[in-house]
């Protein structure tokens, strides 16, 4: 039987995700509280990276170590994925020497191509379509400092990009509504907006999008493998930026969140991701804990699957 994968936030039932939530604020608790849990003991992560990270290269990592694992990282220069190697013979061949695989790339076609011929689970670090890891720990902070995120109001705030793209699942998946406001011309993928139905809609006035809102959300105006569109983007995300002003069509006590690496003065002013109403550096830190339920999970699902 094929191992279970992680590509994206639709490959678990509610429930699994919910669940998921639920140990990762248990397992963030254990760890302060200095408890030894080590269910990956000679176990081994590999970890491809095709795109530069910080927060999820660390967080991957230091989880596999509190796990009692250990993590193996291969940058660009050590794998060959798509161009020297077919994926399919660098995914049997990496995927009978570890336990499970983390990949941060671009093309989602290639995480699943990765995932069809492997043998151990496979986690989504990261594609140009979607970043369910991030929204694991995403909801985990919303969760963690004002209850359950259903039946509230999500405003995403900027780009119809992977970050977006996974929302529109986590709305899906966690059962709130989501207002997307975007420039003309970034909104985010039609077909997927479709799924959702009506827990998302999608605007082009970000101040009318935040009205009411429990979350607003944003994230970088150009991102990585975009820096040429950068001038062309600021001139376009010029009204999207998450300010003071914004942040009161929002509920008196919404939260705000950034997936990271943040540009104060372009898509948030300093006064809002540094202000009392910031998530943001919960979020950031719970991309561990999240991360350590995700492969806790997926591991012992692979143990028990049958023979």
């Not at 509610?14 to 998921?20: A, F, H, I, Q, V």
């Not at 140009?128 to 720990?137: G, I, R, S, V």
């Not at 009205?211 to 983007?233: C, F, N, P, Y």
């Not at 948030?268 to 999970?297: C, T, Y």
Request: glycine residues 6%; contains cysteine; negative net charge.
């Amino acid at each position: 039987m094929a191992p279970r994968h992680f590509l994206t936030l639709m490959d678990f039932s509610s429930d699994e995700l919910n669940g998921l939530i639920s140990r990762a604020i248990e397992l963030k608790a254990m760890q302060r509280r200095g408890e030894i849990h080590e269910p990956m003991k000679n176990r081994v992560l590999g970890m491809i990276f095709e795109k530069s990270s910080t927060r999820t290269r660390v967080s991957f990592e230091a989880g596999t170590a509190q796990f009692g694992g250990h993590a193996i990282f291969l940058s660009p220069r050590d794998t060959q994925l798509g161009r020297g190697e077919p994926i399919e013979d660098s995914s049997r061949v990496l995927s009978s020497m570890v336990d499970i695989i983390m990949i941060r790339t671009f093309e989602h076609e290639k995480i699943e191509l990765f995932a069809a011929y492997s043998q151990v689970p496979v986690i989504n670090g990261l594609t140009d379509m979607y970043h369910p890891c991030q929204l694991l720990a995403d909801i985990q902070a919303y969760v963690e400092q004002r209850g359950s995120i259903k039946g509230r109001t999500v405003t995403w705030i900027g780009d119809g990009n992977n970050m977006c793209h996974s929302y529109i699942n986590a709305a899906r998946q966690f059962n709130f509504k989501l207002k997307i406001a975007t420039p003309v011309g970034y909104e985010p993928d039609s077909a997927l907006v479709a799924t959702a139905g009506d827990r998302v809609s999608l605007s082009n006035d970000p101040l009318v999008a935040a009205h009411d809102s429990d979350l607003i959300v944003t994230d970088v105006w150009a991102s990585m493998g975009q820096e040429e569109e950068q001038k062309a983007r600021e001139a376009s995300f010029a009204d999207f930026q998450v300010n003071e002003s914004l942040m009161r069509a929002a509920k008196a006590d919404a939260l705000f969140m950034h997936c990271l690496p943040a540009h104060r003065g372009e898509e948030v002013s300093a006064g809002v991701i540094d202000g009392p109403q910031s998530a943001v550096w919960n979020e950031a830190e719970n991309r561990l804990h999240a991360q350590k339920a995700l492969m806790e999970f997926l591991l012992k699902e692979a143990l028990n699957k049958p023979g």
